[in-house]
T-cell receptor
Framework: GEDVEQSLFLSVREGDSSVINCTYTDSSSTYLYWYKQEPGAGLQLLTYIFSNMDMKQDQRLTVLLNKKDKHLSLRIADTQTGDSAIYFCAESRTDSWGKLQFGAGTQVVVTP | EAGVAQSPRYKIIEKRQSVAFWCNPISGHATLYWYQQILGQGPKLLIQFQNNGVVDDSQLPKDRFSAERLKGVDSTLKIQPAKLEDSAVYLC???????????????FGPGTRLTVL
């Protein structure tokens, strides 16, 4: 199967860390991505990780990849109200010509 | 650099009517994608073009959906006739590279929200 699964909702207080989790089923995935979607807007690529990496850090964002468990997570440090959005996990494979398989998205609500 | 442009932003039609969406990708991007995003779900790829050729249209309902990318730049997606279940946001994306050698980051437009009554 090619399902990508995410929890649907996360509430976090401003200034705390957010952790969004994702599981995927295809072991031949090459790149794994995190996209952000704000209301009325298209998807914005936040960060990505290549499948031979375990961790990637980019400013407030940390991506962890556990290939054995097919588990991907995104940690947002010092979460701000502007981080409120829907976050999508996606995977692509070398044999799929860039085709992205998305999860259903996690809605993150940041409260003051 | 201008982003991916889409029009219209919103469209309301009755079932069995026809509708068309337009996309202008980022200049120089060879690959263009159309996605369907149903409320509460992630985007699902409908069709992918490399220049003006179709790379993948395996999930396009070809009995009612069609798409073209004449001259390898702009693209149109058409639904004829529309059904209630076609209500969704239609996203267009483009990328510079595709395939196993590159990241092929996809840049998304704002989408067209279609409501079928």
């Amino acid at each position: 199967g090619e399902d990508v699964e995410q929890s649907l909702f996360l509430s976090v207080r401003e200034g705390d860390s957010s952790v969004i989790n994702c599981t995927y089923t295809d072991s031949s995935s090459t790149y794994l991505y995190w996209y952000k979607q704000e209301p009325g807007a298209g998807l914005q690529l936040l960060t990505y990780i290549f499948s031979n990496m375990d961790m990637k850090q980019d400013q407030r964002l940390t991506v962890l990849l556990n290939k054995k468990d097919k588990h991907l997570s995104l940690r947002i440090a010092d979460t701000q109200t502007g981080d409120s959005a829907i976050y999508f996990c996606a995977e692509s494979r070398t044999d799929s010509w860039g085709k992205l398989q998305f999860g259903a998205g996690t809605q993150v609500v940041v409260t003051p | 650099e201008a982003g991916v442009a889409q029009s219209p932003r919103y469209k309301i039609i009755e079932k069995r009517q026809s509708v068309a969406f337009w996309c202008n990708p980022i200049s120089g991007h060879a690959t263009l994608y159309w996605y369907q995003q149903i409320l509460g779900q992630g985007p699902k790829l409908l069709i992918q073009f490399q220049n003006n050729g179709v790379v993948d249209d395996s999930q396009l309902p070809k009995d009612r959906f069609s798409a073209e990318r004449l001259k390898g730049v702009d693209s149109t997606l058409k639904i004829q006739p529309a059904k209630l279940e076609d209500s969704a946001v239609y996203l267009c994306a483009s990328s510079l590279t595709v395939g196993s050698q590159g990241l092929g980051e996809q840049f998304f437009g704002p989408g067209t929200r279609l409501t079928v009554l």
